[in-house]
C-alpha cells in the first residue's frame, strides 16, 4: 500500500487514517503493513480547517465509513460528515518522552496548545517535576495564532503542540515541537476501529436481516387473502391486516392498541389467551360475514404473551374452490360420478359399494376387476371422490384405444422434439397431469410389456422422465386401474409382469356383472328409460318394465352397455310402432344361452374378418371399425390379441 492523495481518490477502504503530518502518515503506512491489517488506507491533510474538511468530505464521499485522526482534527470531521472516529490520543508516557528530550531543563514557561482542554494528568505531572506550563486552547486554524502570540506575551520559552500550532510557532519565533503519537497509540487506533468496524458490519447484517424479515411479514400480512388479527398479553390489537379491516369495518390505526373487545366483542381471543389452547377451523360470524377462524396463543418460554387469529371468509372460500373445479371442468380433469350415483339395492352391488368406499380411505394402488359394461371408471370416480384427493385432477387414459408406439409418450409425456410430429413445446403426459390426485388405467392389461417396464419403474420411484427429455419430474398420484382380463393368468402365460402385476394389485375390487345383480336390471333400465324422449311418461314406462320381466333370465353380456342398447330400441319401437305392440323379440338380438366359449375356429373367424376390414379401409381405423359393427377400442384390442399390424 502507498499514502494515498485524497484529491485523487474515487474509492477508498472502510478505514482510513487521515494524518495532520506527512511523519504520522508514514508511521502508521508502516505499522499497517508491518500488522498486516487489510483494507486500511492513509491520506495526509495538513493544511488547516479548510483542507481538512474538504478531505473529510472527499474520504465520505468515496466509501470511507471510518475515520483515525488525531483530537483537533476528529471535531471537523464529526461537525461536517457522519463518519464514526476514532481519536489517536497520546497517552501520559508521550508526553514524558517529549519533556525528557526538550523541556526539562528548559528554564520558564512551556505552553501547551490544544484543540481541548490539557489532561489533568499532564498537568500534574509537570508541577511535581517543577515545570512551569500554561495550557492555550484553540478551536480553529484561525485561533492558533492568537495562542501563540498570547504565550509569547506570557514569556513562554518553549511550546508543545501540533500541526496547526508548529507554523504560527514557527513564524513568531517561539520554539514548537509536535507531540508525535507513539508505535503503541497507532496499534491501539487501528485495533480499535478495525474492532469497531467488524461491529457495523455485524449490526449492519443483523439490520438488513431484521428489515427484510419485517418486509416480509409486512407482505404476507398485507397481501394474504386470510384477515389476521393479533393481540398482545393485555389483549390489546397490535395487528391488523387489510383483509381484517375489511371484514370488522375498522380501520387498523383507529383499533391498534385498543383492547380487542371493544373493537370485536365475539372474537374470544381474550379465552384463548387465557386457556392457552388452540382453536381451529371455528364458524363464527362477523357483522355480516360468516367466517373460518383459527385463534393460536403465542408462547414465549412457556409464557402466554398474545393470540393470533386468521379468518376465511367462508363465501370466498366457496367461490374460490368453484373457481378451481370450473378450471379443472374445463381440462376435463375431474371425477363426475360419486358412490350416491351408483344404481341398485341387491346384495352384490351394495357390498361392493361398501368395499370399494373402504378403499377411498388409503392412498394404496386399486385394481378393478370387471366385464365389459360393469361400472369400472364410476368406481374408479367414485373412490376419488370419496378420498382426500377429492379436489385434485382425476385423469383416465383407455390403454387399449392407444397404439403401442404412442402410449409411452400419452403415460409421461414428451419433450420437443422427441419424435416427428412432437409437438414444439413438448406436452404433459397424464401423470404430471394428475399430480396430487388420481390416474385411472383403463384396460391395464393391453400395456406392452416394454412400457410395463417403465410404468413399474414410475410406480416404485414416484417420478417420471418425459420422452427425449433427461429431467427427472416427481409425480404424486393415486393409481386405480381396471380390466376385464385374469391378470393373474396373464403374468404365468409371460404376458403380463409378475412385479407390476402385485405393484397394481394392493387393494382389489371385483364388480358383478348385471346377471348376478338380479333386480338391479330394472331399477337401472328405469332409469336409463326416463332419460329418454318419452321416457317419463308413466304408461310408457309401465310397458317398458313389462317388456324387461318378459325377457327372463336373460344373461346380459355387455352389461350395463347392453342393457342402455336394449333400453334405447326399446324406446325407439315403442314410440314409432306403439307401445303395445313391442315385443322383447323385437328388440332382443341374442337369447338366453351359455356364454360362447373361445374357439380356435372362432379366433380364425375374427382374424379374416379384421384383416378383411382393414384391407377395405387402409386409411381409418374408425371405418374398419364401424364396418365391423364394433367400436375403435374394441377393435385395438382384438388387433393386439390376434398381433395383427396395420
Same mark, same amino acid.
Given at each position: 500500500?502507498?499514502?494515498l492523495?485524497?484529491?485523487d481518490?474515487?474509492h477508498?477502504?472502510d478505514i482510513?487514517v487521515?494524518?495532520p503530518?506527512?511523519?504520522?502518515?508514514?508511521?502508521?503506512e508502516?505499522? %499497517?503493513?508491518?500488522?498486516?491489517?487489510q483494507?486500511i488506507?492513509?491520506?495526509?491533510a495538513?493544511?488547516?480547517?479548510q483542507?481538512?474538511?474538504?478531505?473529510?468530505q472527499?474520504?465520505a464521499?468515496?466509501g470511507?465509513?471510518i475515520?483515525?485522526?488525531?483530537?483537533g482534527t476528529?471535531?471537523?470531521?464529526?461537525?461536517?460528515?457522519n463518519l464514526?472516529v476514532v481519536s489517536?490520543?497520546?497517552?501520559?508516557?508521550d508526553?514524558?518522552?517529549?519533556?525528557k528530550?526538550?523541556g526539562?531543563?528548559t528554564?520558564?514557561?512551556?505552553?501547551?496548545?490544544s484543540?481541548d482542554?490539557m489532561?489533568?494528568?499532564?498537568?500534574?505531572?509537570c508541577?511535581m517535576?517543577?515545570?512551569q506550563t500554561?495550557?492555550?486552547?484553540f478551536k480553529s486554524?484561525?485561533d492558533c495564532?492568537?495562542?501563540?502570540?498570547?504565550a509569547?506575551k506570557?514569556?513562554?520559552?518553549?511550546?508543545?503542540g501540533?500541526?496547526?500550532?508548529?507554523?504560527?510557532?514557527?513564524r513568531?519565533g517561539?520554539?514548537h515541537v509536535i507531540?508525535e503519537?507513539?508505535?503503541?497509540t497507532i496499534?491501539n487506533a487501528l485495533?480499535?476501529?478495525?474492532?469497531?468496524?467488524r461491529?457495523q458490519?455485524?449490526?449492519a447484517?443483523k439490520?438488513?436481516?431484521?428489515?427484510?424479515?419485517?418486509?416480509?411479514y409486512?407482505?404476507v400480512?398485507?397481501?394474504?387473502?386470510?384477515?389476521?388479527?393479533?393481540?398482545?398479553e393485555?389483549?390489546?390489537?397490535q395487528?391488523?391486516?387489510?383483509?381484517?379491516?375489511? %371484514?370488522?369495518?375498522?380501520?387498523a390505526a383507529?383499533s391498534?392498541?385498543?383492547?380487542?373487545?371493544?373493537v370485536?366483542?365475539n372474537t374470544?381471543?381474550p379465552?384463548?389467551?387465557e386457556?392457552?389452547?388452540?382453536?381451529?377451523?371455528?364458524i363464527m360470524q362477523?357483522?355480516q360475514?360468516?367466517?373460518?377462524?383459527?385463534?393460536i396463543?403465542?408462547?414465549v418460554?412457556?409464557?402466554r404473551r398474545?393470540?393470533?387469529?386468521?379468518f376465511q371468509d367462508v363465501?370466498?372460500?366457496q367461490?374460490?374452490e368453484?373457481?378451481?373445479?370450473l378450471k379443472?371442468h374445463?381440462?376435463?380433469?375431474?371425477?363426475?360420478?360419486?358412490?350416491?350415483?351408483?344404481?341398485?339395492?341387491?346384495?352384490?352391488?351394495?357390498s361392493t359399494?361398501q %368395499?370399494?368406499r373402504?378403499?377411498a380411505?388409503?392412498?394404496?394402488?386399486v385394481l378393478?376387476?370387471?366385464e365389459?359394461g360393469?361400472?369400472k371408471?364410476l368406481?374408479?370416480?367414485?373412490?376419488?371422490?370419496?378420498?382426500d384427493r377429492?379436489d385434485?385432477p382425476f385423469?383416465? %387414459?383407455?390403454c387399449a384405444?392407444?397404439s403401442?408406439?404412442l402410449?409411452?409418450?400419452?403415460?409421461f409425456?414428451?419433450e420437443?422434439?422427441?419424435?416427428?410430429?412432437?409437438s414444439?413445446?413438448?406436452?404433459?403426459g397424464?401423470?404430471?397431469?394428475?399430480?396430487g390426485?388420481?390416474?385411472?388405467?383403463d384396460e391395464?392389461?393391453?400395456?406392452?410389456?416394454?412400457?410395463?417396464?417403465?410404468?413399474?419403474?414410475?410406480?416404485?420411484?414416484?417420478?417420471i422422465?418425459?420422452v427425449?427429455?433427461?429431467?427427472?419430474?416427481?409425480?404424486?398420484?393415486?393409481i386405480?386401474?381396471?380390466t376385464n382380463?385374469d391378470?393373474?393368468?396373464e403374468t404365468?402365460?409371460?404376458?403380463?409382469?409378475?412385479d407390476l402385476y402385485?405393484?397394481?394389485?394392493?387393494?382389489?375390487l371385483?364388480?358383478?356383472?348385471?346377471?348376478?345383480?338380479?333386480?338391479d336390471?330394472?331399477?337401472?333400465?328405469?332409469?336409463?328409460f326416463r332419460q329418454?324422449?318419452g321416457?317419463?311418461?308413466?304408461?310408457?314406462q309401465s310397458q317398458?318394465?313389462y317388456?324387461?320381466?318378459?325377457?327372463?333370465?336373460?344373461?346380459?353380456?355387455?352389461?350395463?352397455?347392453?342393457?342402455?342398447?336394449?333400453?334405447?330400441?326399446?324406446?325407439i319401437?315403442?314410440?314409432?310402432?306403439g307401445?303395445?305392440?313391442?315385443t322383447?323379440s323385437?328388440?332382443l338380438?341374442r337369447?338366453?344361452?351359455?356364454?360362447?366359449?373361445?374357439c380356435?375356429?372362432?379366433?380364425?373367424?375374427?382374424?379374416?374378418?379384421?384383416?378383411?376390414?382393414l384391407?377395405n379401409?387402409?386409411?381409418?381405423?374408425a371405418d374398419?371399425?364401424?364396418?365391423?359393427?364394433?367400436s375403435?377400442?374394441?377393435?385395438w384390442?382384438?388387433?393386439?390379441k390376434y398381433?395383427i399390424?396395420?
Amino acid at each position: 500500500m502507498e499514502i494515498l492523495n485524497w484529491k485523487d481518490v474515487q474509492h477508498v477502504n472502510d478505514i482510513c487514517v487521515m494524518a495532520p503530518t506527512l511523519q504520522l502518515a508514514e508511521k502508521a503506512e508502516m505499522l %499497517i503493513k508491518q500488522e498486516n491489517y487489510q483494507n486500511i488506507d492513509v491520506v495526509v491533510a495538513a493544511s488547516g480547517r479548510q483542507e481538512t474538511v474538504k478531505c473529510a468530505q472527499t474520504l465520505a464521499a468515496a466509501g470511507a465509513e471510518i475515520i483515525i485522526t488525531r483530537k483537533g482534527t476528529r471535531r471537523i470531521v464529526e461537525e461536517v460528515t457522519n463518519l464514526k472516529v476514532v481519536s489517536l490520543n497520546n497517552p501520559l508516557s508521550d508526553y514524558l518522552w517529549m519533556l525528557k528530550e526538550r523541556g526539562l531543563h528548559t528554564p520558564g514557561l512551556i505552553a501547551f496548545f490544544s484543540y481541548d482542554p490539557m489532561s489533568s494528568d499532564i498537568l500534574q505531572m509537570c508541577e511535581m517535576l517543577e515545570v512551569q506550563t500554561k495550557n492555550y486552547i484553540f478551536k480553529s486554524f484561525a485561533d492558533c495564532r492568537g495562542c501563540v502570540e498570547r504565550a509569547l506575551k506570557d514569556g513562554a520559552v518553549f511550546s508543545v503542540g501540533g500541526a496547526w500550532t508548529d507554523p504560527w510557532a514557527k513564524r513568531l519565533g517561539l520554539p514548537h515541537v509536535i507531540v508525535e503519537n507513539s508505535v503503541e497509540t497507532i496499534l491501539n487506533a487501528l485495533e480499535s476501529a478495525t474492532q469497531l468496524r467488524r461491529v457495523q458490519v455485524e449490526e449492519a447484517e443483523k439490520q438488513c436481516l431484521f428489515k427484510t424479515q419485517s418486509e416480509m411479514y409486512q407482505a404476507v400480512l398485507d397481501f394474504t387473502h386470510d384477515a389476521i388479527l393479533a393481540i398482545d398479553e393485555n389483549g390489546r390489537i397490535q395487528v391488523l391486516n387489510p383483509p381484517a379491516e375489511r %371484514i370488522m369495518g375498522c380501520r387498523a390505526a383507529d383499533s391498534v392498541g385498543q383492547p380487542v373487545e371493544a373493537v370485536l366483542p365475539n372474537t374470544l381471543l381474550p379465552d384463548v389467551l387465557e386457556s392457552g389452547e388452540k382453536q381451529l377451523d371455528q364458524i363464527m360470524q362477523i357483522h355480516q360475514t360468516l367466517c373460518n377462524t383459527n385463534r393460536i396463543p403465542i408462547l414465549v418460554d412457556g409464557q402466554r404473551r398474545g393470540v393470533v387469529a386468521t379468518f376465511q371468509d367462508v363465501k370466498q372460500l366457496q367461490n374460490s374452490e368453484q373457481k378451481i373445479r370450473l378450471k379443472l371442468h374445463e381440462k376435463g380433469l375431474v371425477a363426475k360420478y360419486a358412490f350416491n350415483d351408483i344404481l341398485g339395492d341387491s346384495p352384490a352391488i351394495r357390498s361392493t359399494i361398501q %368395499i370399494a368406499r373402504s378403499y377411498a380411505a388409503s392412498r394404496a394402488s386399486v385394481l378393478i376387476l370387471g366385464e365389459t359394461g360393469t361400472g369400472k371408471e364410476l368406481f374408479a370416480q367414485s373412490i376419488h371422490n370419496a378420498s382426500d384427493r377429492r379436489d385434485g385432477p382425476f385423469v383416465a %387414459i383407455n390403454c387399449a384405444a392407444v397404439s403401442n408406439s404412442l402410449l409411452e409418450s400419452e403415460l409421461f409425456g414428451y419433450e420437443a422434439g422427441s419424435f416427428t410430429g412432437a409437438s414444439r413445446g413438448g406436452r404433459e403426459g397424464v401423470f404430471e397431469l394428475a399430480h396430487g390426485g388420481t390416474l385411472f388405467l383403463d384396460e391395464i392389461g393391453e400395456i406392452p410389456r416394454e412400457t410395463q417396464v417403465e410404468l413399474l419403474r414410475v410406480l416404485q420411484e414416484k417420478e417420471i422422465r418425459r420422452v427425449g427429455g433427461s429431467r427427472v419430474i416427481p409425480v404424486d398420484v393415486r393409481i386405480i386401474a381396471a380390466t376385464n382380463k385374469d391378470l393373474l393368468q396373464e403374468t404365468v402365460e409371460g404376458r403380463f409382469r409378475e412385479d407390476l402385476y402385485y405393484r397394481l394389485d394392493v387393494l382389489d375390487l371385483k364388480l358383478p356383472p348385471l346377471r348376478e345383480r338380479g333386480d338391479d336390471v330394472k331399477i337401472l333400465g328405469l332409469h336409463l328409460f326416463r332419460q329418454l324422449p318419452g321416457g317419463k311418461d308413466p304408461i310408457m314406462q309401465s310397458q317398458f318394465l313389462y317388456l324387461l320381466e318378459q325377457v327372463g333370465p336373460y344373461q346380459w353380456y355387455g352389461n350395463i352397455r347392453e342393457l342402455q342398447n336394449f333400453v334405447e330400441r326399446a324406446n325407439i319401437l315403442m314410440r314409432n310402432a306403439g307401445a303395445s305392440s313391442v315385443t322383447v323379440s323385437d328388440i332382443l338380438r341374442r337369447r338366453a344361452e351359455p356364454a360362447p366359449e373361445p374357439c380356435q375356429e372362432t379366433e380364425s373367424r375374427d382374424r379374416r374378418a379384421i384383416e378383411a376390414a382393414l384391407h377395405n379401409h387402409p386409411g381409418s381405423m374408425a371405418d374398419a371399425a364401424r364396418s365391423l359393427g364394433c367400436s375403435r377400442q374394441t377393435l385395438w384390442r382384438k388387433m393386439k390379441k390376434y398381433g395383427i399390424q396395420r
